[in-house]
């Protein structure tokens, strides 16, 4: 199909549709309202499907709760704050082993913030971020055409694996137009999930639950879904590297960052210094051997987000104190420039002595 | 009871209600932009404001003060 | 002649944010005239909401905190109840009291909590770009009703002002507009009121303000202060729900 040039949220909004996704449950916030608001359009009165503007974002989450039980694609979005509100209900998707999109579009905190991109959850993103022993799968793309393709791959790794998948994009990749192209039309009828509950005919009942009297079940469930994990780990890692062959120092990026730090990159090689980039695609599992290769090769690292360096612990637990690990980051949404983390990049090169 | 008003209109954003609501109707909507690019309400003064403080009472900048003697 | 119009002296002299003929900005006004008029300044915290109002506080010269989104009443349960002699009052949009802070607002009102909630009723999500409110009308048009709020989807207006007046330990509950001179009065008295009722401790006090939103509503100021009359107040009717008051001191 052809280019088309849309805002990021309303990439994901086509994206989800085109994988079969039958419901959306959501609630204004800046900077995602344009997701919500295309839903709206282009969800709402299609044949079974449903759009719900809830009361609130808790209530959000728990209609996804609902419409993953009864084996349909759902997503809900939202930002910072309001992601903060779901977690509870993230927790129990997770427990119940439920299938379901969640999207972050982060803007600056904490509290009630900003309104302009910044890299903040990744903590909350990465580590779970509600209650209990769990995680969900983060993809972070940082380009239009990545959004929309990580949404439809979201559907399917939560489908896949029964957990939630968290995209974490930002302010600036939702708002920030490009062109995109779509790469399936959207199906006809997806068929319902297996394990759905559709109540009891011709089966036993059953009971989906999170809660047990017995602590020995609940470590076996806790086990057991951290023994999935760990094909998760194994089977879907992903990263791009970006001129890191011959580099001596290498930046670690994601999302945003990312695109600002490779033109900062770009920059600094055209006066000579050998520096690449490391971007995470999925945040978690974190792509782990990615970094203990490239250290075998080079030492320096910079890891460079928009927060108070989170993904930064990621890179030292890595690299296991094989190498350095330097941070640069701008908290609340301010947003370098390229020709600035150009000039971090180089004031690290020369004091590494790199360049001999 | 004669009155005067004075409209800042600086603070005005020409929403025009004061023009909507005066009862003599001598509000108007100037024709000179204001440094925030709005056309401000004007006060054609004219003798037959009695302050009964209308304008004032609905504009939403306190943009009007009204004198009453 | 001697002035009979002028800025109350709690109402700060920042230009006000809002846009041409919001109502937001006569409300701070009329708010400010009460603190003026009853000697509140020192003891009134003030906590407005996320949404077109959350500067509240480069308007209100009295001590304000801001809350997270629909909390209002559960923050302002905390400061009354940690420090009584506060004079406490909450001031939220439709999404925030209607939407996500029901039941905060619920709970606050059952218990009887000597506070006074200001809620704006504007129909629509202005901050956040328009989307639909819990308080939009049927059929009303809004960036998440792009086909008119259908009530078998989207469900009806929800009239918070009545159902709280179910609620035993709310004392006094009316609802007003700002819409035109005669209603910016009234809406005046009520607020005069609604701080009686916790100055006396009397219970849970709110007034609903039905509140114009030319830009939302994509129509002139003018045509935004006529739209409240033509089409809101026939859902959402003007007047006292509810005030126990009256039957205390009748004799």
């Not at chain 1, 062959?245 to 033109?263: C, N, P, Q, S, W």
């Not at chain 1, 690449?276 to 075998?296: H, M, N, Q, S, Y």
């Not at chain 3, 639909?132 to 469900?155: H, K, S, V």
Request: with cysteine.
């Amino acid at each position: 199909m052809a280019k088309v040039l849309m805002t990021g949220n309303a990439a994901i909004g086509e994206a989800a549709i085109r994988a079969g996704c039958q419901s959306y449950f959501g609630y204004p916030i800046t900077p995602q309202n344009e997701l919500t608001e295309y839903m709206a359009t282009h969800l709402s009165r299609r044949k079974g499907c449903s759009f719900i503007q809830a009361e609130s974002e808790i209530a959000a989450i728990n209609m996804v709760y609902g419409a993953s039980l009864v084996g349909v694609r759902t997503i809900t979005s939202s930002s910072s704050p309001g992601i903060s509100l779901k977690q509870e209900g993230i927790s129990y998707l997770a427990a119940c082993e439920l299938p379901a999109v969640i999207v972050n579009m982060s803007r600056g905190g904490p509290g009630l913030g900003s309104i302009v991109a910044a890299q903040s959850d990744y903590f909350q993103a990465t580590r779970g971020g509600g209650h209990g022993d769990y995680r969900t799968i983060v993809l972070a793309p940082s380009s239009v055409q990545e959004l929309a393709d990580l949404t439809g791959k979201a559907f399917d790794l939560a489908d896949k694996y029964k957990i939630p998948v968290i995209i974490l994009g930002d302010g600036i990749l939702g708002q920030m137009m490009e062109p995109v192209e779509f790469n399936h039309e959207a199906p006809a009828e997806l068929p319902v999930r297996r394990d759905a509950l559709r109540g009891a005919k011709g089966r036993p009942s059953k009971f989906i639950k999170t809660f047990t009297s017995n602590p020995s079940e609940l470590e076996e469930i806790n086990w057991s879904l951290f023994r999935r994990y760990e094909l998760i780990k194994r089977d879907e890692t992903a990263y791009e590297i970006f001129l890191a062959e011959d580099a001596d120092l290498v930046v670690v990026a994601f999302g945003i960052a990312a695109r600002i730090a490779k033109g900062a990159i770009r920059t600094v090689r055209t006066e000579g210094l050998k520096v690449g980039l490391l971007r995470p695609i999925t945040l978690w599992p974190f792509p782990d051997e990615a970094v203990k290769e490239l250290v075998k090769r080079m030492k320096q690292f910079l890891v460079f987000e928009m927060n108070m360096g989170q993904m930064i612990e990621d890179v030292q637990l890595a690299l296991e104190g094989k190498g350095e690990v330097f941070f640069y980051g701008r908290p609340g949404g301010v947003i370098p420039t390229p020709s600035e983390v150009a000039r971090v990049i180089s004031r690290l090169y020369y004091q590494k002595g790199l360049s001999k | 009871m004669k009155g005067t008003i004075e409209i800042s209109r600086e603070l005005c954003k020409g929403c025009e209600l004061c023009v909507s609501f005066c009862p003599k109707g001598i509000i108007s909507v100037s024709d000179r932009l204001n440094a925030s690019g709005y056309l401000p309400a004007t006060f054609n003064d004219d003798g037959e404001c009695t302050g009964c403080a209308i304008c004032a009472l609905v504009c939403p900048e306190v943009a009007i003060e009204v004198y009453r003697g | 002649m001697k002035k009979v119009f002028t800025r109350p002296k709690s109402l700060k002299r920042n230009t006000f944010h809002y846009c041409p003929g919001c109502g937001h900005s006569i409300v701070h006004r009329l708010i400010c005239e009460v603190i003026d008029e009853m000697n509140l300044q020192d003891k009134a915290i003030g906590i407005p909401p996320p949404g077109c109002s959350v500067f509240a506080y480069y308007y209100f010269d009295v001590d304000m905190v801001e809350s997270a989104h629909g909390r209002g009443a559960a923050v302002a349960t905390g400061i009354k109840r940690a420090f009584p002699e506060a004079v406490v009052f909450t001031y939220q949009g439709d999404g925030d009291l209607a939407g996500i802070g029901t039941a905060e607002t619920i709970h606050a009102a059952n218990r009887g909590e000597n506070i006074t909630s200001i809620f704006i009723n504007n129909a629509v999500y202005g901050m956040t770009g328009g989307q639909m409110a819990p308080t939009t009308l049927a059929g009303q048009t809004t960036t998440t009703t792009p086909y008119g709020r259908d009530t078998i989807l989207e469900g009806h207006p929800i009239k918070m002002s009545e159902i709280l007046a179910l609620v035993e330990g709310a004392a006094y509950i009316e609802r007003v507009a700002v819409n035109s001179p005669t209603n910016i009065r009234k809406t005046k008295k009520a607020i005069q009121k609604a701080f009686q009722v916790q100055l006396d401790k009397l219970g849970f006090a709110m007034v609903e303000i039905l509140s114009p939103c030319p830009t939302n509503w994509k129509m002139s100021p003018v045509e935004a202060w006529q739209w409240v009359d033509k089409e809101m107040t026939k859902v959402f009717p003007l007047g006292v729900i509810k005030d126990r008051i009256r039957s205390k001191d009748a004799d």
